[in-house]
């Protein structure tokens, strides 16, 4: 019998369509799954008459496969992917292939990819993103790993990649050992942020007295091709909103709980950015919004107990429209900029040596996040790789500066009529924070630090808010001694 191209561990929902997506570019795909009867069930259903051979235990599925053997983990991440690495082992040689293809925590994938490394095993940490059909029909793939490794699987998921719309597949090599998953991770957290943000505005649209389907309608209108908007996101909104309720004349979105569940990436995405110390309060908005949702009964309780009053305002659903349209773009624009800082601040503090203009190339079809907007991204960092922060492109940057008040107008409508606006307001404020030259607040914390633990403070010149500096360009520090009565100012040397 001929020996299978790769194997796919893991017959849950990903690692079946997988399987089936690479058999139907022509490869042979062996699998295997800990509980058997999920593999017999997917040999004698889908997988039926198809190039693919279901194995029972760990050495037929690892003799089945052609050598170097390539074997793709789709597991629950976490512990299941190092049992399966243990149980692998024995079994391979120097110059094999594991690639983990769930959603991994990157600094598994480092200590994986070295652990496998010293045995002489290759290992790849891939983010795999458009839930079922992209895995069937074509995923964006962010893999990460040793150059080599990536070389023995490139075909293979370019073959089996979503394809952008001038034909580029959605796949590239990230970088090495965690370099993928990362990527993933970030991707998942601008994706939380994207959804909070559409949540925010729908929510807003229907308590100025819109319908579902009228809020349906005008998503599919702000999904027109030629929309700044245009994104999958978007897309399904709009097709889900007009969703109605089983059996009822309600829809379904008025009758779904407001409780919004994760997994880790999220939080990931936060914990990252406070150890590298990037500020994303619009994608830590989105975590923390899931997580109030959570508290259901906590609220209902609050509810219940502090009544607020809004006076609302005058309700021009024309303008509101058009005001939600720009507002949520900027906020968008806010919420990129800062998931792509903490991608740029952990390219250097990890040696990944990412290409954001690459990355944001391979979200652009086949991912939850793919929008046209990405292209123009692409499109800035290709003029500019080292722009300070998508803000400053120029076309973002025009846009913003022109716009920005709609998005001060909508957080201000969203307010006057009782709307939460978690996401939207931090966008709004990361965007004054970043283009204020002087920030407000600042200066006074730094003082009081000084005043309570003589932790010192920078000054800016008198006639500018640069900061001052000595002869030698070094930035220079003071202290004031608070305690003693004519409280003398000294510069600290350190
Ligand atoms: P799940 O994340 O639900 O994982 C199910 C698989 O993990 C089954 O094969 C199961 O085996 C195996 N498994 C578990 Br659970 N515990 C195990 C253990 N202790 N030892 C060995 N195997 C164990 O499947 P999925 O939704 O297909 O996702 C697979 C990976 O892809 C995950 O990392 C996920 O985060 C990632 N991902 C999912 C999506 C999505 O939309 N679902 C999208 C992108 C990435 P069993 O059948 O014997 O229990």
Redesign the pocket.
């Known amino acids: 019998m001929k020996k299978a191209d790769i194997g796919v561990i893991?017959?849950?929902?990903?690692?079946r369509s997988l399987a089936l997506n690479m058999e139907s570019k022509g490869y042979t795909v062996a699998v295997y799954?800990?509980?058997g009867e999920?593999t017999k069930a997917f040999a004698e259903g889908p997988a039926k008459g198809k190039n693919i051979i279901p194995t029972y235990e760990i050495k037929d599925f690892v003799e089945a496969l052609e050598s170097p053997k390539k074997i793709m983990l789709?597991?629950?991440?976490g512990?299941?992917v190092d049992?399966?690495i243990e149980t692998l082992l024995p079994f391979l040689k120097h110059g094999d292939l594991i690639i983990d293809?769930?959603?991994s925590f990157f600094k598994d994938t480092i200590r994986r990819n070295k652990y496998l490394s010293e045995k002489g095993i290759l290992f790849i940490g891939t983010g795999?993103?458009g839930?079922?059909e992209g895995a069937l029909k074509g995923p964006a793939i962010m893999p990460g790993g040793q150059k080599e490794a990536y070389k023995l699987i490139e075909k293979i998921f370019k073959d089996i990649s979503a394809k952008a719309y001038d034909g580029e597949p959605c796949v590239d090599y990230m970088g090495p050992d965690g370099a993928g998953h990362f990527v993933k991770t970030i991707h998942n957290g601008i994706e939380y942020g994207d959804m909070q943000l559409i949540g925010e505005v729908v929510w807003f649209l229907k308590n100025t007295g819109m319908r579902a389907d009228k809020i349906a309608d005008i998503m599919a209108r702000w999904n027109d091709k030629n929309d700044i908007l245009c994104s999958y996101l978007i897309e399904i909104t709009a097709d889900s909103m007009k969703q109605k309720h089983q059996g009822s004349d309600e829809f379904l979105v008025d009758r779904v709980a407001d409780i919004t569940r994760m997994?880790g990436t999220g939080t990931w995405t936060v914990q990252s950015a406070l150890e590298l110390l990037v500020p994303i309060p619009t994608i830590a908005a989105a975590v923390f919004s899931r997580e109030m949702s959570q508290d259901k009964n906590l609220r209902l309780e609050m509810s219940k107990k502090i009544s607020l009053t809004f006076n609302g305002f005058a309700n021009n659903p024309e303008e509101i429209i058009d005001v939600a349209h720009d507002a949520l773009y900027i906020a968008k624009i806010s919420s990129y900029a800062q998931g792509i800082a903490l991608l740029t601040a952990a390219s250097s503090a990890y040696n990944f040596n990412l290409n954001i203009g690459k990355i944001a190339k391979i979200w652009r079809a086949g991912c939850i996040i793919r929008a046209q907007f990405l292209d123009e991204i692409t499109r800035a960092y290709e003029a500019n790789p080292d722009l300070p922060n998508l803000l400053a492109a120029p076309k973002f940057a025009a846009f913003v500066s022109s716009n920005i008040g709609k998005l001060a107008r909508f957080i201000d409508m969203a307010h006057k009529c009782g709307v939460p606006t978690l996401a939207m307001s931090s966008a709004f404020d990361y965007i004054l924070q970043i283009t204020s030259a002087v920030m407000p607040s600042a200066q006074v914390s730094a003082l009081q630090r000084d005043y309570f633990g003589a932790h010192g403070y920078f000054k800016i010149n008198s006639d500018s808010p640069e900061l001052m500096v000595n002869n030698e360009g070094k930035i220079r520090e003071f202290h004031t001694e608070w305690l003693l009565p004519t409280r003398p100012e000294r510069e600290i040397t350190r």
């Open positions: 893991g017959m849950e929902v990903m690692g799954n800990r509980t999920k789709m597991v629950k991440e512990a299941p049992a399966f293809g769930g959603n795999v993103s839930g079922e997994k």
